[in-house]
């Protein structure tokens, strides 16, 4: 069982959510500590015992927390948390180690926490190693084959402009204003575009990033995004994802 949890988040709304959800579905359990940096983290560990669990941001001020394992290798199991670092998410799953797209939902951090202590009781550890070197050969999709008339045609991703669901019905948006059916669910897609381009940015949409005009302020801490080629589009950012689609747009 989960008894002691290691937290390392920068931003304070984040933790904080964090530590709520924690307390919803293991009540029991002792946040040991809330650390904001790969060095931090690294004096942390290398003073401390490791607990039951971490649960790591990916990106830290100071670096990218793999980093860390550089200078300690914590024996316990790992939950990445990941906001538009979505690249990373085909990775962990390779080498069985949990990550959490943020905002963090109730019912998948009880799934993680589920996962980590079958790994607990089989005694399985993580390969960090391993982890890193999926990272760097990682290539994401740059084309679709998608049916036409009698065959097949090919359609780029960079042609896109928008991707949405309707209706359980996978559709893109494309810069010439015409749509085709994509036979992938968003959540499939979400690991197969390149993070750096592509910002899902509510449940029912991913963007391209060419395709955005403006973003402006909407009421509480929400944000409203103007495409270049469709402004009558009404697209609302939750409070929550507010801040991670201004870090991808800074990037």
């Known amino acids: 069982m989960i008894k002691d949890i290691l937290i390392i988040e920068d931003e304070k709304p984040n933790a904080d959510r964090l530590k709520r959800l924690i307390a919803a579905v293991r009540p029991a359990v002792n946040i040991v500590s809330v650390l904001e940096s790969v060095s931090e983290s ?11 669990l971490i649960m790591m941001d990916v990106r830290l001020p100071d670096g990218i927390s ?54 607990q009781q089989k005694d399985q550890t993580i390969s960090i190693d391993s982890l890193l070197n999926h990272l760097q050969k990682n290539v994401y999709r740059s084309r679709f084959l998608l049916p036409f008339r009698d065959g097949y045609k090919s359609l780029l991703t960079s042609d896109i402009e928008y991707i949405y669901s309707e209706l359980k019905v996978t559709k893109a948006r494309l810069q010439n204003g015409s749509e085709v059916v994509l036979a992938q669910t968003l959540e499939e897609l979400e690991q197969q575009l390149d993070p750096k381009l592509f910002f899902r940015v509510n449940r029912q949409i991913i963007l391209h990033i060419d395709s955005i005009r403006h973003i402006h302020n909407y009421f509480n801490g929400k944000l409203k995004i103007e495409l270049k080629k469709n402004p009558a589009l009404d697209i609302i950012v939750s409070r929550d994802k507010a801040g991670l689609i201004k870090a991808w747009m800074d990037f």
């Open 42 to 52: 690294i004096e942390w560990l290398q003073a401390h015992e490791c607990p039951d």
């Open 66 to 119: 793999f980093e860390i394992f550089e200078k300690v290798t914590p024996q316990c199991p790992i939950i990445f948390t990941t906001a538009y670092d979505e690249y990373a998410v085909r990775a962990f799953k390779f080498n069985s180690v949990d990550y959490l797209l943020k905002p963090v939902e109730k019912d998948e951090l009880e799934h993680s926490f589920r996962s980590a202590e079958n790994r």
